[in-house]
């Protein structure tokens, strides 16, 4: 599997915005379903967000609450997570995924392709 890597996480206090960024390999983004997940101490994976090869969304409305946007770049291989209104609960890993084309899964098994994940901290 092709490595996807993800960046743009930091400390921020409650209220900020952060965007996350995920850069794939060439045509990834396009093609593929791209996914947002994170992980907080002690806790499972948790579904975040989903992109389709078509630019369908998903998300996880317990999580996000409209507080959070997924993009992408075709063009750039780039996928993007924009988050505001952060709160403490928010801190965690996340981590960007891809799956084979289709509906955007909100599985962590129906995505093959991992990055190591950028730690999003929210603290005041």
């Known amino acids: 599997q092709k490595q996807l890597v993800e960046s743009g996480g930091g400390l921020v206090r409650p209220g900020d915005s952060l965007r996350l960024s995920c850069a794939a390999p060439?045509?990834?983004?396009?093609?593929?379903?791209m996914g947002w997940f994170r992980q907080a101490p002690g806790k499972e994976r948790e579904f975040v967000a989903a992109?389709?090869?078509?630019?369908?969304?998903?998300y996880n409305d317990e999580i996000v609450k409209g507080r959070f946007t997924i993009s992408k770049d075709n063009a750039q291989n780039q996928v993007y997570l924009q988050m505001s209104n952060l709160n403490v609960e928010d801190t965690a890993v996340y981590y960007c995924?891809?799956?084979?084309?289709?509906?955007?899964?909100?599985?962590?098994?129906?995505?093959?392709?991992w990055g190591q994940g950028t730690q999003v901290t929210v603290s005041s």
């Open positions: 995924a891809g799956a084979p084309p289709g509906n955007p899964s909100r599985l962590p098994g129906s995505y093959d392709n």
């Open positions: 060439a045509r990834a983004v396009m093609w593929y379903t």
């Open positions: 992109i389709a090869r078509s630019g369908h969304r998903a």
